[in-house]
């Protein structure tokens, strides 16, 4: 069995999948290193002491019963993996370095996965882990895509569009098939948002460029955003406080006064109404961005929780597109955690080859 592991700042989640990648088991010990730190596994629910990810993992992995000795592999979500991790890799002491020099790339996100990688090694030292890549994904865009139009010192420093959501833009890939539209406009909407160019199953655009703050309307982040803008607001806010407006009080919230999409469509007032309008009108705009990379749209497909559950958004963003004609639109249930599954297994095979 494959134990799938996304190691968040105070939280670590959890899946279980068979060999055949049917899911097994789902769960998380929320609030690491606080007083009320919680597990909800199988049978599980209680409060425990959780005072790192290691103290977690080894309670979860107790949690696990009898699955814990059929354990096969740990397979790992990393947010970033910078610009030499672009395809999913057998976790080594070279990954870990790679994914060490990512950190300043993700500083939020990548040291927690490293601290699920580690807790593993200290745990099972002897259980082979693999780790899938959130900007991977993204890896096959061009040169042109990928660039800004900085001076060649900046950019050395590795700052250039990356593209986030990758895994769960793998996971639509795979849902398609041999269906795969050649010219697929996806759309993840969630309370991060983004879109992505697939031209013949591979990544050539994404809204999404060195963080995740750009790009579409979002939840909490402003999305696309002057950068003269941004420096007014830290010059008048200070660096950290204005970080904190763009990526947590902005967007729907910024917007409409909520970032939950289902409260905006209930509340039908005039700032809850500009802010759904808001949030189509800029998918929609950044759409068109897309389609000129691609040279044309075969098909539209949204994931992620509002792209799957929210219609009347759905219906919205396509009546904007709707001059390019009768276009098929999908809906695709999102399943990050079984895509990473689906990797790990993958290189288990070939390595058994």
């Known amino acids: ?14 899946g279980l ?26 049978e599980q629910d209680r409060n425990i002491a959780a005072p790192d990810h290691a103290t977690a993992l080894a309670t979860i992995l107790s949690a696990l019963g009898d699955h814990k000795e059929n354990l096969t592999a740990a397979a790992h979500r990393v947010v970033h993996g910078g610009t030499s991790l672009v395809e999913p890799q057998r976790i080594t002491d070279d990954v870990i370095a790679g994914i060490e020099a990512a950190i300043p790339l993700a500083p939020l996100h990548n040291p927690h996965n490293l601290a699920g990688i580690h807790a593993i090694v200290d745990l099972l030292p002897d259980l082979p882990q693999y780790a899938t890549f959130g900007t991977a ?57 983004s879109l992505c160019a697939i031209k013949d199953g591979k990544s050539v655009a994404t809204s999404m460029g060195y963080s995740p703050l750009d790009g579409l309307t979002m939840g909490t982040r402003s999305g696309q955003i002057d950068g003269m803008a941004v420096l007014r607001m830290a010059e008048d806010h200070g660096i950290a406080e204005a970080g904190r407006i763009l990526n947590k009080d902005s967007g729907l919230r910024g917007l409409g006064g909520s970032n939950d999409m289902r409260l905006l469509m209930a509340a039908d007032t005039p700032d809850s109404d500009f802010a759904i309008d808001h949030f189509c009108y800029w998918a929609a705009r950044n759409a068109g961005s897309a389609i000129v990379a691609m040279g044309g749209l075969d098909a539209i497909a949204f994931t992620g929780g509002i792209g799957e559950n929210a219609a009347p958004v759905r219906d919205k963003i396509a009546g904007h597109l709707k001059f390019l004609g009768d ?5 695709v ?16 095979q070939a390595e058994a080859a």
């Open 1 to 14: 069995m494959i134990l799938v592991i996304n190691a968040g700042s105070s939280s670590i989640k959890i």
């Open 17 to 42: 999948f068979a060999p055949d990648l049917t899911p097994v088991l789902k769960g998380a010990v929320t609030g690491i290193g606080g007083s009320l730190a919680h597990i909800q596994l199988g």
């Open 137 to 193: 994904f993204h890896a096959t865009n061009s040169d042109l895509a990928t660039t800004y139009a900085i001076p060649k010192g900046e950019r050395a420093k590795g700052i250039r569009r990356y593209g986030f959501h990758g895994i769960s833009y793998a996971w639509m890939v795979n849902q398609f098939g041999d269906k795969l539209p050649s010219r697929l406009l996806a759309m993840h909407l969630g309370s991060g948002a």
């Open 327 to 331: 276009v098929p639109v999908h809906v």
């Open 333 to 348: 249930k999102t399943d990050e955690e079984r895509q990473i599954a689906h990797d790990a297994a993958a290189l288990m």
